[in-house]
């Protein structure tokens, strides 16, 4: 299965994008947490991206694609994946378009999530991420099971600083401007499922995601 979840930041793309990966056993790829992981190694194209990424501004379109086309060259990305927060913008949007033509694949599902504005603005601030392996949880929708520590690998949680209010502020208006015009990019190709998100659980927002893609019956 290949997929596309995208919507305003903090519509659940990152915690269902990761639920997919674990059930179905497909590469989950966020070009966010990607970046991340750079910044913390202090790597060259970390500290290229880092003052972007801390104050909630887009990494230019030519340096995600040269990312993404070199994990698509990767193996184990021909058995499936989920792209998460990847294409922000029309221009990634038609790059990918082009990567995918050449590897000979097709989509099987483009998904738009949303929400109420002041509940991104909620999920957003109460939202965990593990110091050692970047999963993603949520103090109020998906909580861990001890407080401060991955379910996952045992390691310490904290909160991103684009996650801060000013931050999270910068984000949603750069969403508005570059990212939207996606939902008519993706609706005129016929390709766009839209699920809203809001006052969901996680369990309760992956049951419509399967819906949406036809995997379970309502």
Same mark, same amino acid.
């Given at each position: 299965m290949r997929l596309?979840?995208?919507?305003?930041p903090g519509s659940g793309k990152g915690t269902l994008s990761a639920m997919l990966s674990h059930r179905l056993g497909i590469n989950h790829i966020s070009t +966010?947490?990607?970046?991340?992981? %750079?910044? *913390? &190694?202090?790597?060259?194209l970390g500290r290229e991206v880092g003052s972007l990424i801390t104050e909630g501004r887009l990494v230019p379109d030519?340096?995600?694609?040269?990312?993404?086309r070199g994990?698509?060259?990767?193996?184990?990305?021909?058995?499936g994946f989920v792209l998460d +927060?990847?294409?922000?913008?029309? %221009?990634? *949007? &038609?790059?990918?378009?082009?990567?995918?033509?050449?590897?000979?694949w097709t989509l099987d599902g483009i998904v738009f999530l949303k929400a109420e504005r002041d509940e991104l603005v909620r999920r957003l601030s109460s939202r965990r991420v593990c110091?050692?392996?970047?999963?993603?949880?949520?103090t109020i929708t998906y909580p861990t099971r001890q407080e401060g520590v991955c379910d996952k690998c045992g390691g310490g949680l904290y909160q991103r600083e684009d996650d801060a209010a000013d931050a999270?502020?910068?984000?949603?208006?750069?969403?508005?401007?570059q990212t939207?015009?996606?939902?008519?990019?993706?609706?005129?190709?016929?390709?766009?499922?839209?699920?809203?998100?809001?006052?969901?659980?996680?369990?309760?927002?992956?049951?419509?995601?399967?819906?949406?893609?036809?995997?379970i019956k309502g």
């Open positions: 596309i979840l995208f919507g305003e +966010g947490n990607l970046f991340r992981s %750079e910044i *913390a &190694r202090g790597t060259e030519a340096i995600v694609i040269s990312v993404v994990l698509f060259e990767s193996t184990d990305f021909h058995k +927060g990847f294409p922000r913008t029309l %221009e990634q *949007a &038609r790059d990918l378009d082009e990567l995918l033509h050449a590897h000979s110091r050692s392996c970047a999963a993603v949880f949520n999270v502020k910068v984000r949603l208006g750069v969403y508005e401007k939207a015009p996606m939902i008519d990019y993706y609706s005129r190709k016929g390709l766009l499922k839209l699920i809203d998100t809001t006052g969901d659980d996680a369990e309760k927002s992956y049951a419509k995601l399967m819906m949406a893609l036809g995997k």
